[in-house]
């Protein structure tokens, strides 16, 4: 079926049914004026001849292009059907010619042209119908001379239902693009979502292992008690992962938000995070101020990712550093900063972590900041204390 119809539609198959129906036409309407000579007709006065011959021929062979030349088509076909009409040559169906060609000319061709070019014709032909005619013959002459412009109009007409069909197909293929865009950027907004929890809970609690675990090498000879507690971190810091990976593996397979215990912003969660973090070579001092109750649960979650991540760079990048971590809130923000006087130049190095700080700040209404420092390196961000009903949702 799509081929038949992709075939019906080729301007090949359109060429040979106009060229086809053409030749046809000027078989019956030569006939037919041979007939209307032979038996006399209205308004006739003449005999079939060369010159009527050349007239039908005018009216009739110009239709096979039609399509591609609508308005040389309709000038020609009207010329030689008012000339013959009101020369008196029997002429039969030839003038159906001229209101097949105005037709057309209406259909293809926009409105200015129709009017330009089918107003002169219609007013030629329809007055040489009633030259011809006169009132003797009214009901005749009313009939052919409504025929001619009812043809504009039809034709008028579906070229404008034409229209119209195409533009409700052009905008329901702009929707489907414009939802289908939307659902590649929903899709790539919670794989970055999804990026940014595996990297951020799993990676960090990796880092404290690999942190704790060295500090335990470092002191199971000389300090054991020291060494067993870095292995208690080790152990809780695993478990972390655990529940963060089946809780990132749980999202991706249900396709919708996290769902388990949220993480708070408090003293507490953050005196866990500094001392996962901190190690021989790592020294972390915290500083809180401000209220940190009545949080909205996502900046809480964002200020601690922001936390962790950070902490991360510092053991990763820094080499042995001191570290200060600094968390204000009031009223209209939480800002977060932390410096390390370690390596600048290793924690430069661009990555994932430092764009998926910037944008959990930014998704929120927020802003972070990351650079180099006279001594160091350092991180700043700013989260709204509360969010509004537009604000994103990581």
């Known amino acids: ?97 001229a209101v097949l060609a105005l037709f057309s000319l209406a259909y293809l061709t926009p409105v200015r042209s129709t009017v330009g070019v089918g107003l002169p014709a219609c007013l030629a032909l329809s007055g040489s119908l009633i030259w011809t005619t006169g009132i003797s013959y009214l009901t005749v002459t009313v009939g052919n001379t409504i025929l001619i412009p009812l043809a504009v109009v039809a034709g008028a007409l579906l070229r404008l239902r034409g229209e119209q069909r195409e533009m ?123 209220s940190m109750a009545a949080l909205d649960p996502e900046v809480e979650r964002a200020a601690l990712r922001i936390l962790q991540e950070s902490l991360s760079n510092v053991v990763r990048h820094a080499g042995p550093a001191r570290a200060s971590v600094v968390v204000h809130v009031d009223d209209e923000a939480v800002r977060i900063e932390v410096t390390n006087n370690g390596d600048c130049d290793a924690a430069a190095a661009p990555g994932s972590g430092l764009v998926g700080m910037t944008e959990r700040a930014e998704l929120l209404g927020g802003h972070l900041e990351a650079g180099p420092t006279a001594d160091g390196w350092r991180v700043h961000a700013r989260l709204p204390r509360h969010l509004s009903p537009r604000t994103g949702i990581i």
């Open 168 to 290: 409700l197909l052009a905008q329901n293929r702009e929707l489907e693009a414009a939802r289908a865009a939307h659902i590649r950027s929903a899709v790539k907004e919670e794989r970055l979502r999804i990026a940014r929890e595996v990297h951020d809970a799993v990676g960090h609690s990796l880092v404290g292992i690999t942190l704790q675990a060295r500090a335990a090498g470092k002191r199971i000879e000389h300090d054991p008690a020291r060494a067993a507690a870095s292995l208690e971190e080790i152990e809780s810091l695993a478990q972390s992962a655990l529940d963060e990976t089946r809780l990132a593996v749980s999202t991706i397979r249900q396709g919708a938000a996290p769902t388990g215990p949220s993480l708070q912003l408090n003293e507490a969660s953050l005196s866990v995070l500094v001392q996962a973090m901190s190690g021989p070579d790592h020294h972390i001092d915290l500083f809180v101020t401000g």
């Open 1 to 97: 079926m799509f081929r038949e119809s992709a075939v019906l539609r080729s301007p090949r198959y359109r060429v040979l049914v106009d060229v086809f129906g053409a030749a046809v036409f000027v078989v019956f309407a030569v006939d037919s004026a041979r007939m209307e000579g032979q038996t006399g007709g209205l308004g006739v006065t003449r005999d079939l001849g060369v010159d009527t011959v050349i007239l039908v021929l005018a009216m009739t062979v110009p239709l096979a292009v039609r399509r591609q030349f609508p308005r040389s088509v309709a000038v020609v076909t009207s010329a030689a059907a008012a000339v013959a009409v009101a020369a008196g040559h029997p002429i039969g169906i030839g003038p159906l010619g």
